[in-house]
């Protein structure tokens, strides 16, 4: 009988897919190492704080279409964990006329070959609300219309707007941080980046930034997209060209999250189709009126050419959108900027046009000893997500 307790097992990368595939395996009895290159485990998933309040810099909201449980929402209920769907976005949820029945055009039609949603939108309106609606409701996608597949978007329709829901009673970091506490401290090493790999059937030595190799028998891979693109762990021997192909055939988006914080309430309502950013959401938080938003896609791409005078400009709309000037109440701004965050370098990814099966093939195992997991390696149509990441590392743990 195999003894699991022999078999050596790596997981690289401690965001939500390699905390959930460690705990799982260790459940299992496999004698597990969870390397992560920062000096604390979440990944995406990261908490914050502003005039005292906690806050979720990165993923904050999950997602369930209708009553239907998913990875998440089912460990939230049997952790008794209270989540109720977020108000505020559910107010930005009625669309234009024209939206759902560019919905109905788009879904029957017939497309040689793929092609960006941009093109599909002209083709069928050059109405410019549709447009910007478009793009505001693609920014939870990481993307903008003219880098997302037009054939992919037609799969997605049913769950491009799923159903937005927040914790009652902590912040996401704090309950991710909680439920994978009794996650051994001696399993795991931060601050470990991995710089190589050099693999065989059921062997692989793993060599870190610090020059350290440790030896495994299976390595699985929960890094962000963007490290995989870039190359920031070399394979040895080097991965087969097709999946190498396939990592960059896959969309990866960049952009912020940010809060604002104001001593009084600013907005009647929340707010969409602006200029500066695709929506501002208003959450009471202690004593304060917090505006929240993300600059993703082409909001993204203009904040990065002159971020200080994009952040001017939001709080000019903002003050617009109020009849005031609010500048005198801000009491505090925090922008965390993920395209710039180390080791991570990215938000989450998108089907970007052409895409076809790239994530079929960026997730198949290479020599039964190279296992990848997380979002972007969702095959599902569930990437983007914390339980589309979590589903991976469930779906692959049954595999052991």
């Known amino acids: 009988m195999e003894n699991k307790g022999q078999i050596k097992i790596a ?31 979440g990944g995406r998933i990261k908490g914050g704080a502003g005039c005292g309040q906690k806050i979720d810099l990165g993923a904050q909201w999950l997602h369930q279409v209708g009553d239907e449980e998913n990875s998440l929402t089912s460990i939230l209920k049997e952790h008794n964990e ?82 937005d829901y927040q914790l009652v009673n902590r912040t996401m970091y704090e309950f991710i941080s909680s439920y994978f506490s ?15 790999i050099r693999y065989a059937y059921n062997h692989a030595a793993i060599i870190t930034a610090k020059g350290e190799e440790h030896v495994f028998n299976k390595v699985i891979i929960s890094v962000p997209l963007s490290q995989l693109q870039q190359e920031k762990i070399q394979f040895i021997p080097a991965l087969p060209p097709e999946k190498r192909a396939a990592f960059q055939e896959i969309g990866m988006g960049t952009g912020l999250k940010f809060f604002l914080f104001f001593k009084e309430s600013i907005l009647d309502a929340p707010s969409v189709n602006n200029k500066f950013a695709p ?18 896609g082409r909001f993204a791409d203009k904040y990065y050419k002159d971020p200080e005078t994009y952040r001017q400009e939001i709080l000019k709309e903002i003050s617009t959108l109020a009849n005031r000037d609010v500048t005198s109440l801000l009491e505090n701004a925090v922008f965390h900027d993920w395209g710039h965050e180390p080791f991570i370098e ?16 960026a997730a198949a195992p290479v020599d039964n ?24 590392a469930l779906k692959l743990s049954r595999e052991f």
């Open 11 to 41: 997981v690289i990368g401690g965001g939500i897919s390699g905390l959930c595939m460690t705990k799982l395996l260790l459940l299992k009895g496999y004698d597990v190492t969870l390397f992560e290159a920062q000096h604390r485990l």
């Open 182 to 196: 009794d996650i051994p401290r001696d399993r795991v090493l931060l601050g470990t980046p991995v710089i190589s």
């Open 279 to 296: 929506y501002y959401l208003q959450k009471k938080m202690g004593s304060y009126f917090v505006v929240i938003s993300l600059l993703m």
């Open 346 to 361: 990215g938000t989450y990814s998108f089907p970007a046009p052409g895409e076809g099966n790239a994530r079929e093939m």
């Open 369 to 392: 000893t190279i296992f990848f997991i997380g979002e972007a390696m969702n095959t599902e149509l569930e990437y983007g997500f914390i339980h589309g990441a979590m589903d991976t």
């Open 82 to 163: 209270p989540y109720t769907i977020d108000e505020e976005i559910l107010e930005c949820i009625p669309a234009p006329a024209i939206f759902d029945d560019f919905i109905t055009y788009i879904a029957q039609k017939t497309f040689a070959a793929d092609q960006p949603l941009s093109l599909s939108i002209k083709e069928y309106s050059d109405d410019p609300l549709l447009e910007s609606y478009m793009e505001a409701s693609l920014i939870d996608m990481a993307s903008s219309a003219d880098r997302f597949s037009s054939i992919e978007y037609v799969k997605l329709i049913d769950s491009i707007t799923p159903d």
